[in-house]
């Protein structure tokens, strides 16, 4: 729905991938909030010519013909990296790419595909594990690849309000204001990424699933997973000395679910950006 739409995010994930661009970007590294992993396993695309699944209320126009870049030697790279710091990792060639991903990188670098790795979750959903995926990867940010993560600051498909989007396909009807809880939440993902850096951020982030509206913003811990991901790729000691992450976009659809674009990191000096679309 959002992903197929114009909106101020999208814009936002437009200036974005300019600005990777710009900077020389290597590659993309990313989870997103569709693909997870049973047991205490998790995957990394290795598809070498992948698919694309359909996307609701979205016409194939807007993504069926967008080349994708599978960076197969990146994601043997990313597989040592996880198996070396302890994770029962694995590749599968055989993964179609779900649109919490290319719809992402359509927004971002619409004239190409930059070399994407996507590594999927695991399906018991624990925040430090997840932290510690992006933490084990974080020195690929050094070489001058962009992390992603794609999830959601409030994402309750149960308490979202459809008939605006049922009735005359308009997700950004917002007739009424969102509900309390959802407000309550949002502001706390917005508080815990741009007041904390470093270690900080990671229990910040982590610490939110024990918000008394936690479960009401997040029925399924799916579309949180990613933004553990990112915490850990962007904090470390020393990411200290970063800026703090900045929220550069928010779009609301449905009327309780909310999508926060954050930024954490900077280009400046060298040090590469983790970007945190939630």
Same mark, same amino acid.
């Given at each position: 729905?959002?992903?197929?739409?114009?909106?101020?995010?999208?814009?936002?994930?437009?200036?974005?991938?300019?600005?990777?661009?710009?900077?020389?970007?290597?590659?993309?590294?990313? !989870?997103?909030?569709?693909?997870? *992993?049973?047991?205490?396993?998790?995957?990394?695309?290795?598809?070498?010519? &992948?698919?694309?699944?359909?996307?609701?209320?979205?016409?194939?126009?807007?993504?069926?013909?967008?080349?994708?870049?599978?960076?197969?030697?990146?994601?043997?790279?990313?597989?040592? !990296?996880?198996?070396?710091?302890?994770?029962?990792?694995?590749?599968?060639?055989?993964?179609?790419?779900?649109?919490?991903?290319?719809?992402?990188?359509? $927004?971002?670098?619409?004239?190409? *595909?930059?070399?994407?790795?996507?590594?999927?979750?695991?399906?018991?959903?624990?925040?430090?594990?997840?932290?510690?995926?992006?933490?084990?990867?974080?020195?690929?940010?050094?070489?001058?690849?962009?992390?992603?993560?794609?999830?959601?600051?409030?994402?309750?498909?149960? $308490?979202?309000?459809?008939? &605006? !989007?049922?009735?005359?396909?308009?997700?950004?009807?917002?007739?009424?204001? &969102?509900?309390?809880?959802?407000?309550?939440?949002? =502001?706390?993902?917005?508080? *815990?990424?741009?007041?904390?850096?470093?270690?900080?951020?990671?229990?910040?982030?982590?610490?939110?699933?024990?918000?008394?509206?936690? $479960?009401?913003?997040?029925?399924?811990?799916?579309?949180?997973?990613?933004?553990?991901?990112?915490?850990?790729?962007?904090?470390?000691?020393?990411?200290?000395?970063?800026?703090?992450? $900045?929220?550069?976009?928010?779009?609301?659809?449905?009327?309780?679910? *909310?999508?926060? =674009?954050?930024?954490?990191?900077?280009?400046?000096?060298? =040090?590469?950006?983790?970007?945190?679309?939630?």
């Amino acid at each position: 729905m959002m992903l197929g739409e114009e909106s101020e995010s999208a814009d936002y994930w437009k200036a974005c991938g300019d600005e990777a661009l710009a900077n020389g970007i290597k590659g993309v590294i990313m !989870m997103g909030a569709h693909w997870d *992993c049973l047991g205490d396993r998790i995957e990394v695309a290795t598809n070498p010519s &992948p698919g694309k699944s359909p996307v609701a209320y979205v016409h194939p126009s807007k993504y069926v013909n967008y080349k994708l870049v599978p960076d197969l030697d990146s994601a043997d790279r990313c597989i040592s !990296m996880l198996k070396d710091g302890g994770f029962n990792v694995g590749a599968n060639p055989k993964f179609e790419w779900i649109h919490d991903t290319y719809l992402i990188l359509i $927004r971002m670098f619409p004239a190409g *595909c930059p070399p994407t790795t996507i590594v999927s979750m695991n399906a018991r959903f624990d925040p430090h594990f997840h932290l510690r995926v992006g933490s084990t990867l974080r020195p690929l940010r050094n070489e001058g690849y962009l992390f992603i993560g794609t999830g959601g600051a409030v994402h309750n498909l149960y $308490r979202n309000v459809w008939a &605006p !989007m049922l009735k005359y396909r308009d997700n950004f009807a917002q007739e009424t204001a &969102p509900e309390g809880w959802a407000l309550e939440f949002r =502001q706390s993902v917005e508080d *815990c990424m741009t007041q904390n850096r470093g270690p900080a951020l990671r229990r910040a982030i982590t610490r939110l699933m024990k918000h008394p509206q936690y $479960r009401d913003a997040h029925a399924t811990d799916d579309h949180f997973m990613s933004a553990c991901f990112v915490a850990g790729a962007a904090g470390d000691w020393e990411d200290e000395q970063e800026e703090k992450g $900045r929220l550069g976009a928010e779009t609301w659809e449905l009327t309780n679910m *909310c999508n926060s =674009q954050f930024t954490l990191g900077s280009w400046a000096g060298g =040090q590469r950006v983790a970007a945190a679309a939630a």
